[in-house]
């Protein structure tokens, strides 16, 4: 049995498969093909025979099996809020948003979504630093988007000790895109009744 390629990643919508290849910074959808694939949870794969060949040819699928391990999600239930920290701490959150504003833009989506390294410090509260960051955002440029809002929470909580999933999840009808962080099960600087019409398609 074949195996999902490093960075390929599917999920299916309804009657619809869904595909995002990391390298490719791509999505594609297959109409009305959910049933004619297979998918497990270590990332093998069992198609139908045409569907398995134009696989082969798109190079999202490989005979070999990955050797990283594709983390499992957790659905989320809740999610978690609190209010901003005042005055000095506000100054140093929009001088790192800046800062990690500037490192997302020099970035492929593959190299963006690797965990980064942790700086344990006891008592962090993730809500809190959720809070600060949403508070420092209108004076970081292009904040726009999840994908850019994402890293930068991300990073954020690395700093302060805090690791979290990167959820990425698609719908369909029409076709959108989402991502987001989550503590087990608690979305963090999102909303839990946004996230929940998304079908997470991979965690990193």
């Not at 690797?114 to 809500?127: I, Q, S, T, V």
């Not at 909580?157 to 999840?169: E, Q, S």
């Not at 839990?192 to 019409?197: M, P």
């Amino acid at each position: 049995m074949p195996f999902l390629s490093r960075g390929v990643h599917m999920a299916k919508v309804g009657d619809d498969l869904l595909i995002l290849d990391l390298y490719a910074d791509d999505y594609a959808c297959l109409f009305a093909r959910a049933d004619e694939v297979t998918l497990a949870a270590n990332g093998a794969i069992a198609a139908s025979p045409d569907l398995e060949t134009a696989f082969f040819g798109a190079g999202y699928l490989a005979l070999a099996a990955p050797e990283r391990r594709r983390k499992p999600l957790t659905s989320p239930v809740r999610a978690v809020s609190a209010k901003p920290t005042p005055g000095a701490a506000r100054l140093i959150g929009v001088a790192e948003a800046w800062a990690d504003a500037l490192v997302f833009r020099k970035r492929a989506l593959h190299q963006l979504v690797r965990p980064p390294r942790l700086h344990p410090r006891p008592g962090a509260r993730a809500a809190v630093i959720a809070a600060d960051f949403a508070a420092a955002l209108p004076w970081t440029p292009a904040n726009g988007a999840c994908l850019q809002r994402a890293f930068q929470l991300r990073r954020r909580l690395a700093r302060r000790g805090v690791a979290t999933d990167w959820v990425f999840g698609v719908r369909t009808w029409p076709f959108a895109a989402h991502c987001w962080l989550q503590i087990d099960d608690r979305v963090i600087g999102d909303r839990l009744e946004r996230v929940r019409v998304y079908t997470p398609i991979a965690v990193f």
